[in-house]
């Protein structure tokens, strides 16, 4: 049985559903409250609308967005599939538009945030839940180390941790700076918060190390961290283990033969201690090795 799908998490999924339904509500509500602000200050309609006549999207947003969220959060899953996929594609058509003449910036914006915020409550509802185990795909993915050699551990940690920052902190946030000039939304902050940023972010880069501290931990005593070793990974073999729970020697590693080849061995020696228990060696003598 599917573990989304047992007793257990039923109430689980019905309290997401109606978490997805009140944010269709909040949608609706917040939608109904835009087109009235657009229609009474011509102020809003600039800045979110740009050169588009407010009435010619009215007509078709109003029904499909304002309407569709209102039955969406009424829990008809066939208005969650409209409202979602009208907002996503009026939030591809601002962007477009708000790119190719520098106008209504804000309104693409906002529909942005609006198009993310329907398809995860569309998901929710429809789900029950959000899949983020499909999220983490290709370099973000979780798997196991194909390597103990701590050299290249640390390389691997490195290139993680460059790439992964490097996306973050630099590509995304160029693009986003970009788009901040290209639709006037560029706003300067003081040069204090300025500081008070950089520095949180050199605080914050301390925790990098966590990254070269874990895999040395798992490298020295995999056993010791709450996961462990997962079936099929190398384990270490502590020979000698201390008071403390450190090994007395060097931790080697034992993979899944030499633990097949030590469990034939005691099994060897649980046949060879029962061979002897019922035939008992004669007195002085050897005691028998029959078998191999």
Same mark, same amino acid.
């Given at each position: 049985?599917?573990?989304?799908?047992?007793?257990?998490?039923?109430?689980?999924?019905?309290?997401?559903?109606?978490? =997805?339904?009140?944010?269709?509500?909040?949608?609706?509500?917040?939608?109904?409250? $835009?087109?009235?602000?657009?229609?009474?200050?011509?102020?809003?309609?600039?800045?979110?609308?740009? =050169?588009?006549?407010?009435?010619?999207?009215?007509?078709?947003? #109003? *029904?499909?967005?304002?309407?569709? &969220?209102?039955?969406?959060?009424?829990?008809? @899953? $066939?208005?969650? $599939?409209?409202?979602?996929? $009208?907002?996503?594609?009026?939030?591809?058509?601002?962007?477009?538009?708000?790119?190719?003449?520098?106008?209504?910036?804000?309104?693409?914006?906002? /529909?942005?945030?609006?198009?993310?915020?329907?398809?995860?409550?569309?998901?929710? /509802?429809?789900?029950?839940?959000?899949?983020?185990?499909?999220?983490?795909?290709?370099?973000?993915?979780?798997?196991?180390?194909?390597?103990?050699?701590? &050299?290249?551990?640390?390389?691997?940690?490195?290139?993680? #941790?460059?790439?992964?920052? =490097?996306?973050?902190?630099?590509? #995304?946030?160029? #693009?986003?700076?970009?788009?901040?000039?290209?639709?006037?939304?560029?706003?300067?902050?003081?040069?204090?918060?300025?500081?008070?940023?950089?520095?949180?972010?050199?605080?914050? &880069?301390?925790?990098?190390?966590?990254?070269?501290?874990?895999?040395?931990? @798992?490298? @020295?005593?995999?056993?010791?961290?709450?996961?462990?070793?997962?079936?099929?990974?190398?384990?270490?073999?502590?020979?000698? *283990?201390?008071?403390?729970?450190?090994? =007395?020697?060097?931790?080697?590693?034992?993979?899944?033969?030499?633990?097949?080849?030590?469990?034939?061995?005691?099994?060897?020696?649980?046949?060879?201690?029962?061979?002897?228990?019922?035939? *008992?060696?004669?007195?002085?003598?050897?005691?028998?090795?029959?078998?191999?």
């Amino acid at each position: 049985m599917n573990r989304h799908l047992t007793e257990a998490n039923k109430p689980k999924k019905r309290l997401r559903i109606f978490h =997805g339904r009140m944010y269709f509500a909040l949608q609706a509500l917040a939608g109904a409250a $835009w087109w009235l602000a657009t229609a009474l200050m011509p102020t809003v309609a600039d800045a979110t609308l740009g =050169g588009i006549n407010p009435l010619l999207i009215a007509i078709v947003d #109003i *029904p499909l967005f304002v309407i569709g &969220s209102a039955l969406a959060a009424l829990n008809f @899953r $066939w208005a969650v $599939w409209i409202a979602t996929g $009208w907002t996503v594609l009026v939030a591809l058509v601002m962007v477009i538009y708000a790119t190719a003449t520098t106008e209504a910036g804000l309104g693409a914006v906002l /529909m942005i945030f609006a198009a993310i915020g329907s398809v995860f409550a569309g998901v929710l /509802m429809l789900l029950g839940r959000i899949p983020t185990e499909k999220l983490l795909v290709g370099p973000f993915a979780f798997h196991s180390s194909h390597t103990r050699v701590r &050299s290249r551990v640390l390389v691997h940690t490195t290139i993680q #941790i460059v790439v992964f920052w =490097g996306i973050f902190l630099v590509i #995304i946030p160029v #693009i986003i700076k970009a788009f901040e000039d290209r639709w006037n939304l560029a706003y300067k902050f003081p040069i204090l918060l300025v500081v008070v940023g950089f520095a949180l972010l050199a605080l914050s &880069s301390v925790g990098v190390w966590s990254g070269p501290s874990d895999r040395e931990l @798992r490298l @020295r005593h995999p056993a010791a961290l709450p996961d462990g070793p997962s079936p099929g990974q190398s384990r270490t073999l502590c020979v000698r *283990p201390q008071p403390d729970g450190h090994c =007395g020697h060097r931790p080697g590693r034992v993979d899944g033969s030499a633990h097949r080849f030590v469990a034939r061995r005691r099994v060897r020696t649980h046949r060879l201690a029962a061979v002897e228990l019922a035939h *008992p060696p004669p007195r002085g003598g050897r005691p028998h090795r029959t078998l191999r």
